[in-house]
């Protein structure tokens, strides 16, 4: 694996035969998840495609050129050209290998996949998750001695990770950037003595059997399980949105706010999520256009007063996005106005979407315990689930306020509740 820059793209890339490009950016929690899945598939087809890392940051010019506009994004190339689609965001290693089969011959798969041998591993508590509620069940269980995994597609945080700076977190004065309190619960985390596998693909997990399959060759048996899977961003699920993300349509202005310096920003959503980011995006661009369906911001009081007073940001009320469409290096969004159902385009240089959360359980498939309509799952005062030896903590149960406090009760109290079972 070699770090380049854009002088070396000529020779290392386009005369480079077979290559894998990664595009990465500092303080950018899926780029660091992405990393270590990187190395190890550099471990496994390294001697037949080229792995190269580049710092986004110091090589803008080369990333719009290449069309880059989130990070992480990993690009492929064989004899010059690029093949197969590009990846961005949260990237499944999966994902990435798919992709490298299919540039190299069928017997070369064969011989690398022959090299990885599948095995199992058990422990008393498996926590599914590394956000808050799944961190506090960790600290509480690792110090009670049960042996226990905290499994994570993504590196240790969460939302908390993500955020920018949380300032109702009991115990400090000033605001606290959310990536410190995630890096201090995780290191309090692994500290207690659990062990973590984080920045790995869940394949598959069977609640009934309690068995939970990684990277597609590890087999965790677990005899209790934790579900803290948290949220996801809702889509817009309109045309263009797919096809230019990452490629200027973005979830994360931590990840991506800082490419937008002194430009045009859209934001969609008029959320806790959407007024916040929004305040923060200000700090880059030159201008915020939200684009909100309703006639009313719904977030703290503070923020409402700070964004409708903000002389960057501009609010469309009452309007709804219909289509995203790229023309050179700007993004074109349609707007319908909802009461005069007129029609115009805004044109910006990058589109941010915060339009609400949904429950994170399409890991679980059919065998899923009881949830709400929304899918949340519902949890008794111990937080277990309908299943038995199932618990379920943080933002993806069902219940009425959302924040890192109550995650991290919940995760307290389902700790407790399984050491006094199995302890006892
Ligand atoms: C933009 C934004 C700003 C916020 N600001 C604040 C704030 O200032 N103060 C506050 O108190 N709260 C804030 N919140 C809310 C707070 O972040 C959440 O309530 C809290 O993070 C929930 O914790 P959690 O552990 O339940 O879930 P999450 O933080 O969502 O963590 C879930 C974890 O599960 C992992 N995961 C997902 N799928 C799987 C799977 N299949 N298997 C295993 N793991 C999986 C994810 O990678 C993630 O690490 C904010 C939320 C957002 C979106």
Redesign the pocket.
Known sequence: MKEITAVEFEQEVLQGGKVILDFYSSECPPCE?VAPKFEALATLYGKKIKFLKIFRQQNRVLATELGVSSSPTLLFFDAGKQVATSLHG?IKKAEIQERLDKMISAEEVTEIKSNQKSFVTEYDVAI?????????AGIYLGQAKINTVL???????????????????PGFTE?QP?FMLAHFMSEQAKGSGIDFK?AVD?SS?DLKKKE?LIDQLETIRAGKII???????NPMNIPGEKEYQGKGISYC?TCDAKYYEDKDVVVIGGG??AV??SLYITKFAKTVTIVHRSDKLRANEIAIENVLSHPKINILFGHQPRSFVRQGEKMMTTIENLKSKEVSTLVSDGVFV?IG?KS?????GESLPEADKWGYLITDEDMKTSMPDVFA?????SKKY???????A??TIAAIAISKEILN
């Open positions: 998840a949260g599914l998750g590394g956000g808050p509620a799944g961190l506090t499994i994570d597609p993504a590196l240790p945080g969460g939302y908390m990770g993500i955020t920018h700076k949380v300032s109702n977190y605001p959310g984080v869940i997990v939970i579900i803290a899977t948290g949220t996801s961003p202005a806790n999520s916040e980011e915060f959360l994170n359980v399409e890991v679980f903590i943080g933002d993806i149960t959302r924040q890192i406090t109550t995650a991290v919940d995760g």
